[in-house]
């Protein structure tokens, strides 16, 4: 059913209009493959401010997310800097990003971040929940309850939309660092998370990883069988970097 594994470039608050040219190369690489395109799904969160022209200039084989979304639930209002699903969606964009830790360390919370997953009733977007465990969490052994309490205040009011969801597991300690979590350690709390969704929903929901995913580090996921594909920072700047990385997954 998602048998395709996702490819998600977070760009953070990175890039400008001239950078085009890295997605241009990306786009590029995936029109000259047709393996690849048959095996994944390449997106890129950008920001808003890019969305636009970065849409108008790259083929379809890229889609194009953002990363954050209103939490009110109009369209247009009086919500001065906020950006609403129906603005979202005039730009063509396909995905967003819901409920990254650097949004929630700065106010984003289990309520608002329901309330954006709701509001994406009217709409086709695909949403990439994002929970995690801080390092806190991961040391007193707390990091799978942390992470399954996030999914549960989330997703609880919104079952009719589990269509639209990938979730995006992301240890915060991981972000940045360089440091990822040890390969069974993963693949244990992948196959957790997934029995524990079926139970909950009743549905095969699709988990990613990410946090410091890399060309060097990607061929520790290959085993990994109940991650569907990753969230990728730093390392998506750069086509190269990008490129290598789902080079190096499937060599
Ligand atoms: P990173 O970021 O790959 O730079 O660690 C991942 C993320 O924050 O989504």
């Excluded at 997953?117 to 052994?141: E, H, T």
């Excluded at 909950?200 to 699709?206: L, V």
């Amino acid at each position: 059913m998602y048998s395709k594994k996702y490819f998600i470039g977070n760009w953070k608050m990175n890039g400008l209009k001239k950078d085009l040219v890295q997605l241009k190369k990306v786009d590029s690489f995936l029109i000259r493959n047709k393996f690849l395109r048959k095996s994944i799904i390449s997106i890129f969160c950008l920001p808003n401010t890019l969305i636009d022209f970065y849409r108008t200039n790259l083929s379809k084989e890229i889609k194009i997310g953002s990363q954050n979304v209103s939490n009110v639930n109009v369209s247009f209002g009086a919500n001065t800097g906020f950006v609403s699903f129906r603005m979202l969606k005039d730009l063509k964009c396909e995905y967003v990003l819901i409920g990254h830790s650097e949004l929630r360390s700065v106010g984003d919370n289990d309520k608002s971040i329901s309330n954006k997953i709701k509001n994406s009733k009217q709409s086709k977007l695909k949403i990439v929940l994002c929970v995690g465990d801080s390092l806190k969490d991961f040391k007193s052994g707390t990091a799978y309850k942390k992470v399954t309490n996030q999914i549960l205040l989330a997703l609880k009011n919104n079952k009719k939309l589990l269509n639209k969801i990938i979730i995006a597991y992301e240890p915060i300690w991981s972000i940045g660092s360089g440091i990822i979590p040890k390969t069974m350690y993963l693949k244990n709390f992948f196959d957790k998370l997934n029995i524990f969704l079926i139970k909950k929903f009743k549905k095969q929901i699709p988990i990613i990883y990410g946090g410091s995913v890399s060309s060097k580090n990607i061929k520790e996921f290959k085993n990994i069988k109940k991650c569907n594909g990753f969230l990728i920072g730093g390392a998506s700047l750069k086509s190269k970097n990008y490129i290598d990385i789902i080079k190096n997954y499937y060599n």
